[in-house]
């Protein structure tokens, strides 16, 4: 009997979630006047808190204004953990992701993704006097990175030989690669020449690899099956394309005058298919 | 929310991957006791013993250890105290397993010192004329301890031993913080992955569930078996 009414409690909700997936979701963000995004606002230059004016800014940032613009609603910006990115948005909590999210294939099954918003190639930093100068020597040593991203399967996919060891932060991480724990440290190329810049004098120990681990394409995460709003996303971004915005924003956040210092924009919003 | 998938839970790398966090997460239960218990024993017998500065040794040694969490136990055994090592043995220690080393380390002298509390009531809970009689009969301290009170003290201290036993078992999840791939860590790895949030940490559970209570019904056995003597 107990199990009988567990399993009609499980069928109700069943039907209620298939009942709200099938309201417009674009229609409810007109209805109520504002967009809500999540973001992680703690990734530099992405979504960060500008310290003097305590707002959240950055490159994502201006991409969601430029969204909440054209739908003709206003932005909502609300701070979510790197885990609770996707059951934020599919408890609905959350109208959009755009939060360092990268897009796979395994993803899918879960959310949508708008067009590509960013490429960023992941790569490793070894020591000097490791004496290594090539991704594929790092096969059977040990690698240390930040946990819950993408970083790990991808290095396990360039080298599956070597040894991950992960942590919460990547400033955990580098430490560990400053203690000797680990002979090479992977991230995102933005986020790690960032963390190497700050080595100041110590620089000359390190060596940045130059080749890509693997090509990560960063998206904007929607709920699944809301067609409008990902129509009205992927068009916002397309539009940003051939103005010229996107790249302006690019280089606002990016460019050679920042500290990320990319001298070159590789990519475009142009598609959401990855390989 | 999508349906809930066994596939991934009973096949597949995913699979294979939180069968060797919890693989893991039992080795570390397992090294964790068979170095706690003896450090626990040695620890209460400093606490009850006739000199005074090794009874002060005792104290500080459970008083500091309970009173800073797990966490931060964790992080100074990686990442604070191998680096006071000499560079030959840090750097041997470093090419190989530091995080589980650090982890079990962490995790020993951690549950020694509540075991060592439950240890110290057992024998406090052994009538003192046992001690003297001991002593009457010409045996040391140390002597009467192992002749007459551990003895029965020691069947007093097993249940809650076996609870604190679950209290490691569990707190070998906090492993994850250094790096080491026990049960938790693989499935926030295979959620990151997947974004199965509810199927991986399903598993953990699952299996912290099912160890807890296997070590539980140990206790209750034991507790039939050997019953505590009424003295």
């Given amino acids: 009997m107990r199990l009988n009414l567990i399993a009609a409690a499980l069928a109700a909700s069943a039907l209620l979630t298939g009942i709200a997936a099938h309201a417009d979701q674009l229609a409810d963000i007109k209805k109520k006047g504002e967009l809500v995004v999540g973001v992680l606002g703690t990734d530099e230059p992405a979504t960060f808190i500008d310290p003097k004016t305590r707002q959240i800014v950055g490159y994502e940032v201006d991409l969601v204004n430029a969204i909440a613009k054209k739908i003709g609603v206003k932005p909502v910006l609300k701070q979510i953990a790197v885990a609770a990115r996707i059951p934020e948005l599919q408890q609905g909590h959350v109208d959009l992701v755009a939060a360092g999210l990268t897009h796979n294939k395994e993803r899918e099954a879960q959310i949508d993704f708008s067009l590509t918003t960013f490429v960023t190639g992941q790569k490793a930093i070894v020591k000097k006097d490791s004496g290594i100068t090539d991704v594929p020597q790092l096969a059977g040593k040990k690698v240390l990175t930040i946990r819950g991203g993408t970083q790990e399967p991808n290095i396990r996919k360039a080298v599956p030989t070597a040894e991950v060891v992960t942590f919460d932060t990547s400033q955990q991480a580098f430490q560990a690669l400053q203690q000797g724990k680990g002979v090479g440290y992977v991230d995102d190329e933005a986020a790690l020449l960032r963390s190497y810049a700050k080595l100041g004098p110590q620089k000359a120990q390190y060596v940045v690899l130059k080749q890509n681990l693997s090509t990560e394409a960063l998206a904007i995460g929607i709920k699944k099956g809301e067609s409008g709003l990902k129509g009205v996303v992927d068009d916002t971004l397309r539009e940003l394309e051939k103005s010229g915005e996107a790249q302006k924003i690019f280089v606002k956040w990016y460019g050679p005058a920042t500290a990320s210092g990319f001298q070159t924009r590789d990519f475009k919003l142009e598609s959401d298919k990855i390989d | ?231």
């Fill in chain 2, 1 to 231: 929310m999508p349906l809930f998938d066994y596939s991934l839970l009973l096949t597949g790398k995913y699979h294979d991957m939180l069968v060797a966090g919890l693989l893991l997460s039992l080795q570390l239960l397992a090294a964790s006791l068979v170095l706690a218990l003896p450090i626990a024993m040695v620890v209460a017998l400093l606490r009850l013993s006739p000199l005074a500065p090794l009874r002060w040794l005792g104290f500080a040694y459970v008083e500091t250890i309970r009173n800073i969490p797990l966490l931060a136990h964790m992080l100074f055994w990686y990442f604070g105290a191998p680096e006071l090592l000499p560079e030959g043995i840090k750097q041997w220690l470093y090419a190989g397993h530091i995080e589980a080393y650090s982890a079990i380390i962490a995790l020993s002298l951690y549950t020694a010192a509540f075991m060592a509390e439950d240890i110290r009531s057992g024998i406090r809970a052994i009538p003192t004329v046992q001690f003297e009689a001991g002593r009457a009969l010409g045996f040391g301290f140390l002597g009467t301890m192992r002749r007459v009170v551990l003895p029965q003290a020691l069947r007093v201290t097993v249940p809650p031993l076996i609870s604190q036993t679950l209290s490691l078992w569990k707190n070998t999840s906090i492993a994850t913080v250094i790096g080491v791939a026990e049960l938790m860590y693989q499935a926030g790895q295979v959620e990151s992955a997947t974004f199965r949030s509810f199927e991986s940490f399903a598993f953990a559970s699952a299996a912290y569930l099912t160890v807890s209570l296997a070590i539980t019904g140990l206790a209750t056995w034991y507790h039939h078996r050997f019953p505590v003597r009424t003295i």
